[in-house]
């Protein structure tokens, strides 16, 4: 049998080991555009940030590939895909051919389609090169503008406070993290933001980068004001990489449709990681859940049936978990959803919001007091109705919001019928 994985992050890395638990005769190569592998995005910004050394970025050792025998294809982009005749072809005219094919090719960085982007001092975040470029500049840094208030966005602008540079968050719409916070949560972190001096702007729109000698000195924005700064950094979304993918006859919507076992629409070829489309367990929705639990996740599931096995991912969920300027946030499901019961609470250094539809748990936002995040999860992954189950459970300092027919005894939350009937 030969195994071909697109990709080198943890989508690839764990779909090639849990192929290498089921067998390992059989051959197993990777391709991948970049030059080192097995490193983690979600921790460049702690990188920039000075918080974790370059060598922290790795998950998988230098050995990983010799002592799980894959043949390593580095610097070789794949530029199409040929599934009638089973060959992969890479940038160099290499083609390569498979018996079972794991796409875990990733996303990138949505570039804003206006002027002054190619300046230099204008960067994305997703690679190691994106790190270094950034780092490169840093002497030289005193402001720093980031488009987007999403998680990365957020991350990024902490990171960079960190190292005594002035930041600004402009955010489009009128909260951050728009799909996922209400507007609660997003003016608590607004005002902790800004008590650490990052200023953010919700509700505004760069209209264009602007540039002195080739380099970026600021943005201009919508309604006319200049916003200075020595770098711009654009995160605003990813998007699935899958243009290789065109006329391979592989199912191509706004990433790639996968079934509950990880396999495309052709048999034998899987998908993992934030190029797919997956089913969300709670909306049963088609999603792009560009996480890296979905990833690895995923990209084991994918591994396994791979080799044989017959295995399907149990649940497909929604969740974050960082901390930004030391204040803890997680969230998980759909909790800016604005069907349903809401209850929520807030007290000096916490926000807490549940979300319950028809019963059931199907989203949260905890931040600053997380420590409920393991059981809720778990309510969530149930689906089971939670009425009467004792949720926002610890000592109540706050104000609590509940919604119509919910009450506390004893300190948990009851559906006011069940306990006056109990
Ligand atoms: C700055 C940042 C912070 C993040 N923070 C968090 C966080 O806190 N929590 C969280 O859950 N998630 C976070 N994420 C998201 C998380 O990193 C991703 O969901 C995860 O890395 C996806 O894994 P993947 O293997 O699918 O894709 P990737 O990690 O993108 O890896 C894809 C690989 O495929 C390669 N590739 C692309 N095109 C081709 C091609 N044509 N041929 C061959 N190879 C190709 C790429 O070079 C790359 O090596 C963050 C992401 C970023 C950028």
Redesign the pocket.
Known sequence: MKYLI?????????GAEAIRRRDAESTVTM????DT?A???????YWIGGKVPQRGLYFRDSSWADQNRIELKLG????SLQTRLQKLT??SGEEISYDRLLI??????VSLPIFGVTLKGVHS???VG??EAILAEIANLHQAIIIGGG??GL??ADHLKERGIDVMILEKETRLVPRIFDGKASLFLVDKLGRENIRVETGVEVEEILGKAGRVCGVRMKDGRIHPGQMVIQ?VG?RP?I??LAGSGIAVEKGVPVNTRMETNITGIYA?????LTLDSITGEKVN????????R??TVAGMNMAGGNISCPHNLS????SLCGVPVMTAGNPSETNGQALMEEGPGFYRKILLQEGKLTGFILIGEVSQAGILLSLMKKREIVSGAALLQKPFSGRKYLPPGYGYQHGSLFLRSKWERS
Request: glycine residues 10%; proline residues 8%.
């Open positions: 697109i990709g080198s992050g943890p989508a690839g890395i764990f391709v991948s555009p970049e592998i490193y983690s995005p979600v921790i460049i910004t070789q982009q794949a530029i890479l940038e875990a090719s990733g996303s990138s960085p975040i997703r690679r994106d790190a998680f990365v991350k990024v995160s990813v990489n243009n290789f993992a990681g934030d190029v797919t859940n560009a996480t890296w639990p979905a990833a690895s995923q990209g969740l974050n978990a960082f």
